[in-house]
Nanobody, 119 residues
Framework: QVQLVESGGGLVQAGGSLNLSCAAS????????MGWYRQIPGYQRELVAT?????????ADFVEGRFTISRERTTSTLTVYLQMSSLKPEDTALYYC???????????WGQGTQITIST
């Protein structure tokens, strides 16, 4: 089992910055990619950014260079970070961390952290 613990998020004014982190522990062997999705009430969950074991990154079009995803590995944890800047009110959503094991076709999800951008 993979446990994901998210931190960061909160309320910030438009144009501001926030940083998210997500620490994976437990059975982290075999995690191929980690990243972030977000969900706005009434809408489907959508991809924000991902990074894989080769440190390649992928971003949604709406990111437009405003976010940077990175990852850090120790012997027992794997942590992914999302640095967000130039935040817009439309970035307001519940942000979820995920970890994927392709070989096992399994995803683990964090509990979600709320980000609210005020005008």
């Amino acid at each position: 089992q993979v446990q994901l613990v998210e931190s960061g998020g909160g309320l910030v004014q438009a144009g501001g910055s926030l940083n998210l982190s997500c620490a994976a522990s437990g059975s982290i062997w075999g995690i191929n990619s980690m990243g972030w999705y977000r969900q706005i009430p009434g809408y489907q969950r959508e991809l924000v950014a991902t990074t894989d074991s080769a440190y390649r990154s992928n971003y949604a079009d709406f990111v437009e260079g405003r976010f940077t995803i990175s990852r850090e590995r120790t012997t027992s944890t794997l942590t992914v970070y999302l640095q967000m800047s130039s935040l817009k009110p439309e970035d307001t959503a519940l942000y979820y961390c995920y970890a994927r094991k392709i070989a096992l076709n399994t995803d683990a999800w964090g509990q979600g952290t709320q980000i609210t951008i005020s005008t």
